[in-house]
């Protein structure tokens, strides 16, 4: 029997990766995200997937940011009853991710209810906080380059991909195939995470291409976003930083510490991290020292260079502080938690400043907000956009276009395909375009829904 590959997300899309293989009537789903984003895209996540979930096998997760975990939750509630396989530092992230995922969609449903802003009666969330504290017993954990079996005669290995605590590339033998899922890929020169390793050899490699259309500039992260926090600093306002909990949080933070231990920001800074996610993945860099670049020392400054707010009466009390200060706050793409309170109260004041982070995700607030829009919709209010906006384009945890291409040379045989995947269209085609004019290797976009046999 062939081996084929069903591409159900992240195709097409930068979000909602899930990969479904087939082979002899068993079924393995790589990666079970989210889609994010734009509402088109948001509305597949309540559409039903091909197959029930009682006919899946198994699931194994690259990492476990949203977009490749955060459908796990509804998953298991409709009937996937086997385990989830992943690392140890995916399975710890995980227990803080998806609990907050759920908590904050039951949040949203029960705003909308309140307020009367729904079409639907009541609104509902796609799933709740205890559904995600179900799904996490199923979590099966294994070491990297270690191989287990999710399925009898299914072969599986985790390799270093960087990019966050946990995150791996997946080889899976099967049929007579290896087929490698690169994950998300980390940069070279990340300021947090080592590099990924080299891949290993395989006929049909899935590669992610968030940055497969641009590449990172020469100047890093420290020569960003000082200058943008000194002027803050100059006239006493409040920087908002939307950040991704898990990496982003904890890499401005080391930038911060970095920066005042230069002189270039004043010591008395005031910096908080408002997001208990946020605090509790910091709390991990001390249990994974492999992982990440940073010493003993590091991680223990990266916990106690700012005030970090776990309450929500914590998170409100800083509405009554003045600037100068800088407040760190999920979510990344501000599409939803704690940040919007700050975005609300701090975005129409010109003394003010936004700083975006990283990649956003296309009809996201943070995307609009990147985009110069002058106005965005928050709780059903209109917010004005006074603030300055400085959008930092060295802070990104994953490889650009470059990076991407010069981890797939170092293979060590040309694989028979590439299917470009985790990307929106323009950064996937041109990917594709480089791997097959650079490479001279066979690579192709797949479409959402789309079937292929390796």
Known sequence: MSVSITFLG?????????????????????????????????????????????QIDAVVLTHAHLDHSGYLPLLARDGYTKPIHCTPGTRDLCAILLPDSGHLQEEDAAFLNRHALTRHQPALPLYTRLDALHCLKQFRTHAFHKPFEPIPGWHVQFMHAGHILGAASVLLEVGGRRILFSGDLGRTD?????PPEAPPVADTVLVESTYGD???????MLQELGPAL???????????????????????????QQLKGQGVLPASLPVFLDSPMAVSTTGLFE??????????????ALSH??????TTDQSKALARRHGPMVI????GMATGGRVLHHLALYAGDHRNMIVITGHQAPGTRGARIAAGEKSIRIHGQDVAIRAEVAQLTSASAHADATQTLAWLRRMEHAPQQVYVVH???????????????????????????STVTV
């Open 10 to 54: 992240g195709a097409g899309t930068v979000t909602g990766s899930k990969y479904l293989v087939r082979h002899n009537s068993h079924s393995l789903l790589v990666d079970c995200g989210l889609f994010q984003g734009y509402k088109l895209l948001r509305e597949r996540n309540w559409q039903r997937l091909p197959l029930t979930p009682r």
């Open 190 to 194: 990340d300021l947090l995470m080592t």
């Open 214 to 220: 641009r590449e990172h500039p020469s100047q890093d």
């Open 230 to 256: 000194q002027r803050l600093a100059q006239r006493g306002g409040v920087a908002v930083v939307p950040v991704f909990a898990v990496g982003r949080a904890q890499s401005v933070l080391h930038a911060i």
């Open 287 to 300: 249990r994974y020292p492999g992982e990440h670049r940073l010493n003993a020392q590091q991680v223990h």
């Open 305 to 310: 260079c700012a005030t970090m707010v776990e």
């Open 328 to 331: 760190l706050s999920a979510s």
């Open 423 to 449: 990307g929106e269209m323009q950064a996937a085609d041109m990917l594709r375009e480089r791997i097959a004019h650079e490479l001279r290797w066979s690579a192709s976009v797949p479409e959402h829904g």
